[in-house]
């Protein structure tokens, strides 16, 4: 299983990025794909996840200002995210997984994780 973010950048608040993350090894179209930041100085946090169905779950922290959607033509997931805050900055990670887990707001354990992307958001 490979999970290959891109995307990251620097980008001045209000700003938009785009990250993208590449799969393979795996059926993409059967797992659930998340996204989730490690923030300096901070601790771990869940963003959002797209469930099989194509139904999107995102943290209130993101909520509005984030999109994921999925491309299971091309075992891709995105990340669009709009109206950057400095407090957005961080490594972004894309992860996957399909057994069910009280683990996550997803509903579902994140077996599988990407190296990450780092999104910084500054003047």
């Known amino acids: 299983v490979q999970l290959v973010e891109t995307g990251g950048g620097l980008v001045q608040p209000g700003g938009s990025l785009r990250l993208s993350c590449a799969t393979s090894?795996?059926?993409?179209?059967?797992?659930?794909m998340g996204w989730a930041r490690q923030e300096p100085g901070k601790g771990f946090e869940w963003v959002c996840g797209v469930y099989m169905n194509g139904s999107a779950y995102c943290e209130d922290s993101v909520k509005g200002r984030f999109t994921i959607s999925r491309d299971n033509a091309k075992n891709t997931v995105y990340l669009e995210m709009d109206s950057l805050k400095p407090e957005d900055t961080g490594v972004y990670h894309c992860?996957?997984?399909?057994?069910?887990?009280?683990?996550?707001?997803?509903?579902?354990?994140?077996?599988?994780w990407g190296q990450g992307t780092q999104v910084t958001v500054s003047s």
């Open positions: 992860a996957t997984g399909k057994r069910p887990s009280w683990s996550n707001p997803f509903g579902y354990a994140m077996d599988y």
């Open positions: 090894g795996f059926t993409f179209s059967s797992y659930v």
